[in-house]
Protein backbone atom coordinates (compact mmCIF):
# COMPACT_ATOMS: atom_id res chain seq x y z
CA UNK A 1 0.00 0.00 0.00
CA UNK A 2 2.96 2.41 0.95
CA UNK A 3 3.61 1.96 -2.86
CA UNK A 4 0.28 3.85 -4.09
CA UNK A 5 1.24 6.81 -1.95
CA UNK A 6 4.57 6.96 -3.12
CA UNK A 7 6.61 6.51 -6.09
CA UNK A 8 9.52 7.63 -8.56
CA UNK A 9 7.97 10.43 -10.49
CA UNK A 10 11.14 10.68 -12.90
CA UNK A 11 10.32 7.05 -13.69
CA UNK A 12 6.72 7.85 -14.26
CA UNK A 13 7.43 10.48 -16.35
CA UNK A 14 9.95 8.62 -18.55
CA UNK A 15 7.77 4.89 -18.59
CA UNK A 16 6.88 4.09 -22.43
CA UNK A 17 4.32 1.51 -22.86
CA UNK A 18 5.37 -1.28 -26.06
CA UNK A 19 2.71 -2.64 -27.22
CA UNK A 20 3.11 -4.88 -30.69
CA UNK A 21 0.84 -5.70 -33.32
CA UNK A 22 1.03 -8.86 -31.88
CA UNK A 23 -0.31 -8.27 -28.81
CA UNK A 24 -3.37 -7.02 -30.05
CA UNK A 25 -4.27 -8.23 -33.32
CA UNK A 26 -5.25 -11.68 -33.98
CA UNK A 27 -3.19 -14.19 -35.43
CA UNK A 28 -6.33 -16.30 -37.22
CA UNK A 29 -7.40 -13.30 -39.59
CA UNK A 30 -7.05 -10.04 -40.79
CA UNK A 31 -7.30 -7.08 -40.14
CA UNK A 32 -10.38 -6.68 -42.09
CA UNK A 33 -11.95 -9.72 -40.99
CA UNK A 34 -10.85 -8.73 -36.98
CA UNK A 35 -12.48 -5.18 -36.40
CA UNK A 36 -15.29 -6.17 -39.04
CA UNK A 37 -14.57 -3.08 -41.31
CA UNK A 38 -17.14 -4.28 -43.90
CA UNK A 39 -19.62 -5.11 -41.16
CA UNK A 40 -19.02 -1.56 -39.55
CA UNK A 41 -19.29 0.66 -42.74
CA UNK A 42 -22.84 -0.44 -43.57
CA UNK A 43 -23.41 0.09 -39.98
CA UNK A 44 -22.72 3.62 -40.22
CA UNK A 45 -23.78 4.52 -44.22
CA UNK A 46 -27.49 2.65 -43.89
CA UNK A 47 -27.93 5.08 -40.77
CA UNK A 48 -25.86 7.70 -42.25
CA UNK A 49 -23.77 8.88 -39.03
CA UNK A 50 -21.52 11.65 -39.91
CA UNK A 51 -19.30 11.64 -36.97
CA UNK A 52 -18.40 8.23 -35.69
CA UNK A 53 -16.57 7.03 -32.01
CA UNK A 54 -14.29 4.23 -31.96
CA UNK A 55 -13.44 3.14 -28.40
CA UNK A 56 -10.46 1.14 -28.06
CA UNK A 57 -9.29 -0.74 -24.90
CA UNK A 58 -5.19 -0.18 -24.13
CA UNK A 59 -4.07 -3.08 -25.41
CA UNK A 60 -5.65 -2.84 -29.03
CA UNK A 61 -4.84 1.01 -29.28
CA UNK A 62 -2.17 -0.05 -31.51
CA UNK A 63 -4.23 -0.95 -34.57
CA UNK A 64 -6.68 2.21 -34.24
CA UNK A 65 -5.23 4.56 -36.41
CA UNK A 66 -5.32 1.61 -39.09
CA UNK A 67 -8.59 1.07 -38.44
CA UNK A 68 -10.33 4.58 -38.40
CA UNK A 69 -8.28 4.94 -41.83
CA UNK A 70 -9.93 2.33 -42.96
CA UNK A 71 -13.54 3.06 -41.75
CA UNK A 72 -13.13 6.54 -43.13
CA UNK A 73 -12.63 5.51 -46.69
CA UNK A 74 -15.55 3.08 -46.48
CA UNK A 75 -17.65 5.51 -45.29
CA UNK A 76 -18.71 9.11 -45.55
CA UNK A 77 -18.38 9.63 -41.38
CA UNK A 78 -15.27 11.25 -39.60
CA UNK A 79 -14.17 9.19 -36.90
CA UNK A 80 -12.63 9.67 -33.37
CA UNK A 81 -10.47 7.41 -31.14
CA UNK A 82 -11.43 7.10 -27.50
CA UNK A 83 -8.96 5.78 -26.16
CA UNK A 84 -8.19 6.68 -21.64
CA UNK A 85 -12.28 5.71 -21.37
CA UNK A 86 -13.44 7.48 -17.81
CA UNK A 87 -14.32 4.36 -16.33
CA UNK A 88 -13.72 0.34 -16.96
CA UNK A 89 -12.77 -0.30 -20.77
CA UNK A 90 -15.48 -3.07 -20.70
CA UNK A 91 -18.11 -0.36 -20.47
CA UNK A 92 -19.29 2.10 -23.17
CA UNK A 93 -18.15 5.30 -22.60
CA UNK A 94 -20.42 7.29 -23.64
CA UNK A 95 -19.81 11.08 -22.27
CA UNK A 96 -16.20 11.22 -24.03
CA UNK A 97 -18.31 10.26 -26.98
CA UNK A 98 -21.03 12.69 -26.51
CA UNK A 99 -17.83 15.48 -25.99
CA UNK A 100 -16.89 14.89 -29.88
CA UNK A 101 -20.17 15.37 -30.83
CA UNK A 102 -20.40 11.65 -32.06
CA UNK A 103 -23.58 10.33 -33.76
CA UNK A 104 -22.49 6.64 -32.55
CA UNK A 105 -20.00 4.48 -30.80
CA UNK A 106 -18.12 1.55 -31.78
CA UNK A 107 -17.19 -1.01 -29.09
CA UNK A 108 -14.06 -3.30 -29.57
CA UNK A 109 -12.40 -5.72 -27.52
CA UNK A 110 -13.81 -7.19 -24.10
CA UNK A 111 -17.15 -5.80 -23.23
CA UNK A 112 -19.60 -6.86 -19.91
CA UNK A 113 -22.13 -6.26 -22.20
CA UNK A 114 -24.06 -3.48 -19.81
CA UNK A 115 -26.82 -2.04 -21.49
CA UNK A 116 -26.42 1.98 -22.71
CA UNK A 117 -29.23 4.33 -23.70
CA UNK A 118 -27.76 7.65 -24.93
CA UNK A 119 -26.54 6.69 -28.23
CA UNK A 120 -26.42 3.88 -31.00
CA UNK A 121 -23.84 1.32 -30.50
CA UNK A 122 -22.10 -1.68 -32.72
CA UNK A 123 -20.16 -4.30 -30.79
CA UNK A 124 -16.78 -5.10 -32.46
CA UNK A 125 -15.43 -8.17 -30.30
CA UNK A 126 -12.45 -9.44 -32.22
CA UNK A 127 -11.51 -12.93 -33.03
CA UNK A 128 -9.02 -14.05 -29.99
CA UNK A 129 -7.23 -17.13 -31.11
CA UNK A 130 -7.95 -20.62 -29.34
CA UNK A 131 -7.27 -24.09 -30.23
CA UNK A 132 -11.03 -25.53 -30.44
CA UNK A 133 -10.14 -29.15 -30.81
CA UNK A 134 -8.01 -29.02 -27.44
CA UNK A 135 -10.74 -27.01 -26.10
CA UNK A 136 -13.07 -29.73 -26.81
CA UNK A 137 -10.75 -32.30 -25.29
CA UNK A 138 -10.53 -30.59 -22.05
CA UNK A 139 -14.34 -30.36 -21.71
CA UNK A 140 -14.47 -34.59 -22.74
CA UNK A 141 -11.73 -34.56 -19.85
CA UNK A 142 -13.70 -32.66 -17.36
CA UNK A 143 -17.14 -33.85 -18.29
CA UNK A 144 -16.92 -37.86 -18.19
CA UNK A 145 -20.57 -38.29 -18.19
CA UNK A 146 -22.07 -37.99 -21.39
CA UNK A 147 -25.38 -36.88 -20.12
CA UNK A 148 -24.06 -34.27 -18.07
CA UNK A 149 -26.14 -31.04 -17.93
CA UNK A 150 -23.76 -28.22 -18.79
CA UNK A 151 -23.85 -24.67 -20.17
CA UNK A 152 -21.10 -23.06 -21.82
CA UNK A 153 -20.12 -19.61 -21.08
CA UNK A 154 -17.57 -17.92 -22.64
CA UNK A 155 -15.93 -14.21 -23.06
CA UNK A 156 -16.88 -11.86 -25.87
CA UNK A 157 -13.80 -12.66 -27.79
CA UNK A 158 -14.02 -16.27 -27.90
CA UNK A 159 -17.82 -15.94 -29.44
CA UNK A 160 -16.53 -16.82 -33.04
CA UNK A 161 -15.21 -20.50 -31.95
CA UNK A 162 -18.19 -21.50 -30.05
CA UNK A 163 -20.67 -23.09 -33.11
CA UNK A 164 -17.36 -24.81 -34.40
CA UNK A 165 -16.91 -26.49 -30.70
CA UNK A 166 -20.83 -27.62 -30.36
CA UNK A 167 -20.34 -29.15 -33.28
CA UNK A 168 -17.44 -31.27 -31.92
CA UNK A 169 -19.57 -31.36 -29.03
CA UNK A 170 -23.04 -31.71 -29.93
CA UNK A 171 -23.14 -35.74 -30.78
CA UNK A 172 -21.81 -36.89 -28.01
CA UNK A 173 -22.98 -34.36 -25.36
CA UNK A 174 -26.97 -34.31 -25.99
CA UNK A 175 -27.47 -31.74 -22.42
CA UNK A 176 -24.80 -29.31 -23.34
CA UNK A 177 -26.25 -26.22 -24.06
CA UNK A 178 -24.02 -23.00 -25.63
CA UNK A 179 -24.79 -19.28 -24.66
CA UNK A 180 -25.46 -16.93 -26.68
CA UNK A 181 -24.70 -13.35 -26.68
CA UNK A 182 -27.87 -10.86 -26.87
CA UNK A 183 -26.38 -7.45 -28.26
CA UNK A 184 -29.64 -6.03 -30.00
CA UNK A 185 -30.36 -3.99 -26.23
CA UNK A 186 -29.26 -0.41 -28.43
CA UNK A 187 -30.76 -0.01 -31.65
CA UNK A 188 -29.92 2.44 -34.60
CA UNK A 189 -32.24 5.34 -33.14
CA UNK A 190 -30.62 4.97 -29.33
CA UNK A 191 -33.85 3.23 -28.23
CA UNK A 192 -33.00 0.97 -24.88
CA UNK A 193 -34.83 -2.56 -24.49
CA UNK A 194 -34.62 -4.07 -21.01
CA UNK A 195 -33.36 -8.07 -21.54
CA UNK A 196 -36.45 -9.86 -22.14
CA UNK A 197 -37.38 -11.99 -19.26
CA UNK A 198 -39.85 -14.62 -20.73
CA UNK A 199 -42.89 -15.26 -18.27
CA UNK A 200 -44.53 -18.28 -20.79
CA UNK A 201 -40.76 -19.61 -20.33
CA UNK A 202 -39.06 -19.44 -17.15
CA UNK A 203 -36.41 -21.96 -18.72
CA UNK A 204 -34.73 -19.09 -20.58
CA UNK A 205 -31.72 -17.35 -18.70
CA UNK A 206 -31.01 -13.70 -19.55
CA UNK A 207 -28.11 -12.13 -17.65
CA UNK A 208 -25.21 -10.22 -18.49
CA UNK A 209 -25.55 -10.23 -22.24
CA UNK A 210 -25.77 -13.79 -22.21
CA UNK A 211 -29.04 -15.69 -23.36
CA UNK A 212 -29.36 -19.73 -22.49
CA UNK A 213 -32.38 -22.56 -22.15
CA UNK A 214 -32.67 -24.83 -19.88
CA UNK A 215 -33.95 -28.60 -19.99
CA UNK A 216 -37.43 -29.34 -18.96
CA UNK A 217 -37.85 -29.45 -15.48
CA UNK A 218 -34.17 -28.60 -14.90
CA UNK A 219 -32.85 -25.33 -12.65
CA UNK A 220 -29.67 -23.71 -12.93
CA UNK A 221 -28.26 -25.45 -9.95
CA UNK A 222 -28.68 -28.67 -12.15
CA UNK A 223 -26.74 -27.37 -14.43
CA UNK A 224 -22.50 -27.09 -14.50
CA UNK A 225 -21.05 -24.29 -16.00
CA UNK A 226 -17.83 -24.77 -18.50
CA UNK A 227 -16.15 -20.95 -18.90
CA UNK A 228 -14.03 -20.63 -22.12
CA UNK A 229 -11.32 -17.33 -21.26
CA UNK A 230 -8.58 -16.11 -19.10
CA UNK A 231 -8.88 -16.11 -15.08
CA UNK A 232 -10.79 -12.61 -14.02
CA UNK A 233 -13.99 -10.37 -13.53
CA UNK A 234 -15.99 -11.95 -16.11
CA UNK A 235 -15.23 -15.37 -14.59
CA UNK A 236 -15.67 -14.34 -10.76
CA UNK A 237 -18.78 -12.40 -11.60
CA UNK A 238 -20.54 -15.28 -13.18
CA UNK A 239 -19.63 -17.36 -10.14
CA UNK A 240 -20.15 -15.31 -7.45
CA UNK A 241 -23.81 -15.23 -9.37
CA UNK A 242 -24.72 -18.69 -9.94
CA UNK A 243 -22.67 -20.09 -6.40
CA UNK A 244 -24.37 -22.98 -6.59
CA UNK A 245 -23.12 -24.56 -9.80
CA UNK A 246 -19.98 -26.07 -10.28
CA UNK A 247 -17.44 -24.08 -12.25
CA UNK A 248 -14.90 -25.60 -14.53
CA UNK A 249 -12.97 -23.32 -17.10
CA UNK A 250 -10.68 -23.53 -20.48
CA UNK A 251 -8.13 -21.01 -20.78
CA UNK A 252 -6.97 -20.90 -24.46
CA UNK A 253 -3.82 -19.16 -23.47
CA UNK A 254 -2.37 -22.03 -22.56
CA UNK A 255 -4.93 -24.52 -23.98
CA UNK A 256 -5.72 -25.95 -20.02
CA UNK A 257 -8.62 -26.95 -18.63
CA UNK A 258 -9.62 -26.72 -15.10
CA UNK A 259 -12.00 -27.50 -12.11
CA UNK A 260 -12.31 -24.06 -10.62
CA UNK A 261 -11.07 -24.58 -7.04
CA UNK A 262 -11.71 -21.07 -5.06
CA UNK A 263 -13.81 -21.46 -2.72
CA UNK A 264 -17.27 -19.69 -3.36
CA UNK A 265 -18.35 -19.67 0.29
CA UNK A 266 -14.96 -17.90 1.47
CA UNK A 267 -15.47 -15.13 -1.17
CA UNK A 268 -19.27 -15.00 0.39
CA UNK A 269 -17.98 -14.66 4.16
CA UNK A 270 -15.93 -12.56 3.02
CA UNK A 271 -18.84 -9.90 0.91
CA UNK A 272 -20.87 -10.86 4.55
CA UNK A 273 -18.05 -9.05 6.66
CA UNK A 274 -18.54 -6.37 4.10
CA UNK A 275 -22.07 -6.25 4.54
CA UNK A 276 -21.49 -6.15 8.38
CA UNK A 277 -18.92 -3.08 8.34
CA UNK A 278 -22.12 -1.13 6.39
CA UNK A 279 -24.19 -1.66 9.05
CA UNK A 280 -21.79 -0.56 11.67
CA UNK A 281 -21.10 2.39 9.33
CA UNK A 282 -22.70 6.03 9.71
CA UNK A 283 -21.56 8.26 6.88
CA UNK A 284 -21.58 6.30 3.53
CA UNK A 285 -19.80 7.29 0.23
CA UNK A 286 -21.32 6.70 -3.05
CA UNK A 287 -18.96 6.18 -5.59
CA UNK A 288 -20.64 6.76 -9.07
CA UNK A 289 -18.46 4.43 -11.05
CA UNK A 290 -20.07 4.45 -14.80
CA UNK A 291 -22.03 7.21 -16.59
CA UNK A 292 -23.04 4.58 -19.22
CA UNK A 293 -24.68 2.27 -17.67
CA UNK A 294 -28.54 2.09 -18.36
CA UNK A 295 -30.64 2.90 -15.34
CA UNK A 296 -27.35 4.36 -13.21
CA UNK A 297 -28.61 7.60 -11.93
CA UNK A 298 -31.86 5.21 -10.72
CA UNK A 299 -29.96 3.17 -8.88
CA UNK A 300 -28.19 6.14 -7.64
CA UNK A 301 -31.35 7.74 -6.14
CA UNK A 302 -32.36 4.08 -4.28
CA UNK A 303 -29.35 4.08 -2.44
CA UNK A 304 -29.37 7.17 -1.42
CA UNK A 305 -33.01 6.61 -0.23
CA UNK A 306 -31.96 3.74 1.58
CA UNK A 307 -29.54 4.73 3.45
CA UNK A 308 -31.45 7.85 4.89
CA UNK A 309 -34.01 5.19 5.56
CA UNK A 310 -31.72 3.40 7.43
CA UNK A 311 -30.59 6.78 9.99
CA UNK A 312 -27.45 7.40 7.93
CA UNK A 313 -25.41 10.22 5.89
CA UNK A 314 -24.72 9.63 2.68
CA UNK A 315 -22.24 12.01 0.26
CA UNK A 316 -21.96 11.00 -3.43
CA UNK A 317 -18.44 11.30 -5.24
CA UNK A 318 -17.54 11.22 -9.09
CA UNK A 319 -13.83 10.86 -9.80
CA UNK A 320 -13.26 8.26 -12.69
CA UNK A 321 -11.03 5.37 -11.97
CA UNK A 322 -10.80 4.67 -8.03
CA UNK A 323 -7.39 3.89 -6.40
CA UNK A 324 -6.29 3.74 -2.82
CA UNK A 325 -4.78 7.44 -2.88
CA UNK A 326 -8.11 8.76 -4.05
CA UNK A 327 -10.50 7.27 -1.24
CA UNK A 328 -7.63 8.35 1.35
CA UNK A 329 -8.39 11.25 1.18
CA UNK A 330 -12.15 11.37 2.61
CA UNK A 331 -11.61 9.63 6.43
CA UNK A 332 -14.90 10.36 7.41
CA UNK A 333 -16.36 7.92 4.92
CA UNK A 334 -16.75 4.78 7.04
CA UNK A 335 -18.16 2.42 3.88
CA UNK A 336 -17.84 3.11 0.12
CA UNK A 337 -20.68 1.57 -2.25
CA UNK A 338 -19.61 1.44 -5.68
CA UNK A 339 -22.15 2.16 -8.96
CA UNK A 340 -20.64 0.23 -11.61
CA UNK A 341 -21.11 -2.37 -14.16
CA UNK A 342 -21.36 -6.32 -12.55
CA UNK A 343 -18.02 -7.18 -13.72
CA UNK A 344 -15.98 -3.80 -12.27
CA UNK A 345 -18.93 -3.85 -9.09
CA UNK A 346 -16.88 -6.56 -7.33
CA UNK A 347 -13.96 -4.39 -6.56
CA UNK A 348 -11.06 -5.99 -4.13
CA UNK A 349 -11.12 -3.06 -1.74
CA UNK A 350 -8.56 -5.48 0.77
CA UNK A 351 -5.70 -2.25 -0.06
CA UNK A 352 -8.09 0.17 0.57
CA UNK A 353 -8.68 2.00 3.96
CA UNK A 354 -12.30 1.45 3.91
CA UNK A 355 -14.30 -1.29 2.42
CA UNK A 356 -16.00 -0.62 -0.90
CA UNK A 357 -19.28 -2.47 -0.85
CA UNK A 358 -21.81 -3.33 -4.13
CA UNK A 359 -25.64 -1.52 -3.93
CA UNK A 360 -26.71 -5.13 -3.13
CA UNK A 361 -24.62 -5.35 -0.39
CA UNK A 362 -25.86 -1.82 1.21
CA UNK A 363 -29.25 -2.81 0.46
CA UNK A 364 -29.05 -5.91 2.97
CA UNK A 365 -27.68 -3.71 5.46
CA UNK A 366 -30.40 -0.87 5.34
CA UNK A 367 -33.28 -2.44 4.26
CA UNK A 368 -34.79 -4.96 7.20
CA UNK A 369 -36.96 -6.75 4.71
CA UNK A 370 -34.09 -8.19 2.25
CA UNK A 371 -32.39 -11.26 4.66
CA UNK A 372 -28.64 -12.51 3.36
CA UNK A 373 -29.92 -16.12 1.85
CA UNK A 374 -26.49 -17.26 0.09
CA UNK A 375 -28.09 -15.25 -3.19
CA UNK A 376 -25.38 -12.65 -4.57
CA UNK A 377 -26.54 -9.51 -7.21
CA UNK A 378 -23.67 -8.13 -9.34
CA UNK A 379 -26.56 -6.17 -11.55
CA UNK A 380 -27.68 -3.47 -9.72
CA UNK A 381 -30.74 -3.06 -12.03
CA UNK A 382 -31.91 -6.83 -10.28
CA UNK A 383 -32.95 -4.37 -7.38
CA UNK A 384 -34.71 -1.60 -9.13
CA UNK A 385 -38.79 -1.75 -9.27
CA UNK A 386 -39.95 -4.36 -11.68
CA UNK A 387 -36.40 -6.41 -11.40
CA UNK A 388 -36.30 -9.76 -10.95
CA UNK A 389 -34.99 -9.09 -7.01
CA UNK A 390 -36.45 -6.18 -6.25
CA UNK A 391 -37.76 -5.84 -2.54
CA UNK A 392 -39.49 -2.79 -1.36
CA UNK A 393 -38.57 -1.29 2.28
CA UNK A 394 -40.93 -1.35 4.86
CA UNK A 395 -43.30 1.64 5.27
CA UNK A 396 -41.83 4.82 6.90
CA UNK A 397 -45.27 5.59 8.84
CA UNK A 398 -44.59 1.92 10.67
CA UNK A 399 -40.84 2.34 10.62
CA UNK A 400 -39.02 2.67 13.91
CA UNK A 401 -35.04 2.09 15.39
CA UNK A 402 -34.23 -0.83 15.71
CA UNK A 403 -31.46 -2.50 17.77
CA UNK A 404 -29.02 -5.42 17.04
CA UNK A 405 -25.85 -6.38 18.31
CA UNK A 406 -22.57 -6.04 15.80
CA UNK A 407 -21.04 -8.81 14.92
CA UNK A 408 -17.40 -7.09 14.55
CA UNK A 409 -17.61 -4.82 17.65
CA UNK A 410 -19.84 -6.24 19.50
CA UNK A 411 -21.61 -2.97 20.60
CA UNK A 412 -24.96 -2.35 19.94
CA UNK A 413 -26.11 -0.41 16.70
CA UNK A 414 -29.34 1.22 15.72
CA UNK A 415 -30.93 1.68 12.62
CA UNK A 416 -34.19 3.76 11.41
CA UNK A 417 -35.43 7.20 10.41
CA UNK A 418 -34.79 7.94 14.05
CA UNK A 419 -36.87 11.47 14.37
CA UNK A 420 -36.12 12.53 11.20
CA UNK A 421 -39.93 11.72 10.42
CA UNK A 422 -42.77 14.09 11.51
CA UNK A 423 -46.24 13.90 10.53
CA UNK A 424 -45.07 11.64 7.36
CA UNK A 425 -42.68 15.07 6.21
CA UNK A 426 -38.50 14.78 6.48
CA UNK A 427 -36.63 17.51 8.57
CA UNK A 428 -34.51 19.64 6.06
CA UNK A 429 -32.67 20.74 8.90
CA UNK A 430 -30.02 18.51 10.89
CA UNK A 431 -30.71 19.83 14.14
CA UNK A 432 -33.58 17.64 15.21
CA UNK A 433 -35.96 17.39 18.71
CA UNK A 434 -34.10 14.72 20.81
CA UNK A 435 -37.08 14.92 24.21
CA UNK A 436 -39.53 16.83 25.88
CA UNK A 437 -37.42 19.42 27.47
CA UNK A 438 -35.97 20.64 24.15
CA UNK A 439 -32.83 19.82 23.62
CA UNK A 440 -31.02 19.63 20.37
CA UNK A 441 -28.15 18.13 18.87
CA UNK A 442 -26.63 17.72 16.01
CA UNK A 443 -27.53 14.68 14.01
CA UNK A 444 -24.37 15.90 11.11
CA UNK A 445 -22.00 12.81 11.61
CA UNK A 446 -19.78 13.96 8.79
CA UNK A 447 -19.93 17.25 11.50
CA UNK A 448 -19.51 15.89 14.56
CA UNK A 449 -16.08 13.53 12.96
CA UNK A 450 -14.67 17.30 11.89
CA UNK A 451 -15.27 18.79 15.25
CA UNK A 452 -12.87 16.03 16.81
CA UNK A 453 -10.14 16.04 14.05
CA UNK A 454 -7.12 17.72 15.91
CA UNK A 455 -6.31 19.00 12.10
CA UNK A 456 -9.18 20.55 10.35
CA UNK A 457 -8.15 22.45 7.61
CA UNK A 458 -5.84 25.99 6.75
CA UNK A 459 -7.16 28.98 8.98
CA UNK A 460 -8.45 31.41 7.27
CA UNK A 461 -7.06 34.46 9.40
CA UNK A 462 -9.48 36.82 7.15
CA UNK A 463 -8.16 40.38 7.64
CA UNK A 464 -4.81 39.46 8.15
CA UNK A 465 -3.10 38.42 5.55
CA UNK A 466 -1.56 41.31 3.43
CA UNK A 467 -2.30 41.83 -0.05
CA UNK A 468 0.64 41.66 -2.30
CA UNK A 469 0.95 42.69 -6.16
CA UNK A 470 0.66 38.70 -8.69
CA UNK A 471 4.11 37.77 -9.45
CA UNK A 472 5.77 35.38 -11.97
CA UNK A 473 5.57 31.58 -10.93
CA UNK A 474 7.64 29.32 -11.37
CA UNK A 475 7.74 27.39 -15.12
CA UNK A 476 8.33 23.74 -15.81
CA UNK A 477 7.10 20.38 -14.13
CA UNK A 478 7.43 19.80 -10.49
CA UNK A 479 10.19 17.20 -11.04
CA UNK A 480 12.42 19.81 -12.23
CA UNK A 481 11.59 23.47 -12.59
CA UNK A 482 13.40 26.03 -14.58
CA UNK A 483 15.25 28.04 -11.80
CA UNK A 484 15.71 25.24 -9.38
CA UNK A 485 19.40 25.37 -8.08
CA UNK A 486 19.62 28.70 -8.97
CA UNK A 487 19.24 30.23 -5.34
CA UNK A 488 16.45 32.02 -6.51
CA UNK A 489 13.58 32.93 -4.13
CA UNK A 490 10.37 30.82 -3.65
CA UNK A 491 7.43 32.67 -5.68
Known sequence: MTEAFSSNSESVIQRSVDVSATEARSPVASLEDTYQISETCHFINSNEFKKVALQFPDELLVDSIAVAAAIQRGSNAKTYILGDTSYGSCCVDEVAAEHAGADCIVHYGQSCLSASRRLPLMYVFGKRAIDVQQCASSFRDLYTDLQSHVVILYDVVYSHAIDSLMQLLGDSYPNVVASSLRTDHCHGNGRYDQEPSDSQDDRVICKFGRQFRLKEGKNTEDYGMFFIGREGLTLTNFMMTWNRCRFSSFDPETSLGRTESVNINKALMKRYY??????????????????????????IEQVKESIRKAGKKSYMFAMGKLNVPKLANFLEIDVYVLVACPENSLLDSSEFYRPVVTPFEMEVACNRNREWSGEYITDFRDLLPGGSSHVDFSDPDANEEMTDVSLITGALRTSGLRSELENGTPQSSSVVLRNQTLTVANANTAASFLAGRSWQGLEQKLGQTPVVKAVEGRRGIAIAYED????????
Not at 274 to 299: P, Q
Not at 484 to 491: M, Y
Open 274 to 299: AIERAKDANVVGILVGTLGVANYLTI
Open 484 to 491: EGNNTKDC
